[in-house]
């Protein structure tokens, strides 16, 4: 039964992979893209998969923290793992794969289902936060960024950095921070029960800052494949990564296309075509995209070797404080 299980298991992953390789092929295939093989272009996407590969561990610790301020303290190393199997679920269409899967191994192997919820809820905010003040922050680093924002409404990206910013701040110190109209409000106050009282603002500050730093070391990646192409805008790792931060968040914001193929990459194109010549752009846009199939397949590989190299970490420790500080450690199940 388990291994008829498995077999169809891996054969709805190998189906979904023909699909979006497909999809890919479908969207580019009228596109010159012979510059993708010259040498170093393709050294520096190799180092782009590589330096996307390591969002994983980033994130596991992220995720690690987030949790333990629930009560239900997990290794990073197993929640790397499960990150690293679960996320090639985004790759199906309707972007929910992923997080079924990343609910179905995390409860399989004893999380509790309140601190997954918190914990998922606080990454999504955080993620998506990190991903706007460093996408818009450094874009406006950039002086030829700077005056080519989408139809110059400045005023809208500071708002946006601003409500990015805001977000952290109300998620570090609680929702004593909101009105008291909004938090007794009908829908919103057993939300806010169900929830409970926030992480400790380090523990926020942390996540944080893993989101963020996710976000700059691709960049570095992105800014190689610029270099290799003969991309000499000023400021160019400042664009570059702004560019890409910010269509990584609408792409992660926006379901349908798998693994948001299509919309980060029109983002790409709109955030720079006024800095990148265009065959450079397409160039750039696709090795981008390359990179991070790429770092999926690596991560996921490594995944399925940790799932088995960390499954006796699947149940950790317990450990819980008594009302009279004495810590008591129950063994997994």
Known sequence: ???????????????????????????????????????PVLIATLLTALLYCSIIPISGVAWSRLLSREGDPWPAARLAAIMAVAQMGKYVPGNIAQIAGRVTLSLRDGMKLRAFTVSMVYETFLTAAASTIVGLGLYLLSPTGLMHLPRGDLWVVISAVAAAACAVIVLAFGPSLLPSSIRTYGTISPLLDMIGPPPRPSAIAGAFIAYGANYLLIGVGIWCIGL????????????LTGAF?????????????????????????????????????????????????????IC?????????????????????????????????A
């Open 245 to 297: 931060a910010l269509a990584w968040v609408l792409g992660y914001i926006t379901p349908g296309a798998p693994a948001g193929v299509g919309v980060r990459e029109g983002m790409l194109a709109l955030l720079l075509e006024h800095a990148v010549p265009g065959h450079q752009l397409l160039t750039l846009i696709v090795a981008a995209r390359a990179a991070t199939l790429m770092g999926d397949g």
């Open 1 to 39: 039964m388990k291994w008829g299980l498995r077999l169809f298991g891996w054969l709805v992953a190998l189906a979904m992979a023909g699909y979006f390789v497909w999809f890919l092929m479908e969207t580019f295939r009228t596109q010159d893209l012979s510059a993708m093989t010259s040498l």
């Open 300 to 332: 996921f590989c490594v995944g399925l070797w940790g799932m088995r190299a960390t499954a006796a970490w699947g149940k950790p420790e317990r450990r819980t404080e008594t009302s009279d500080g004495v810590l008591v450690r129950t063994p997994p």
């Open 228 to 239: 290799a192409l003969g991309v000499t805008t000023p400021r160019s790792y400042a664009l």
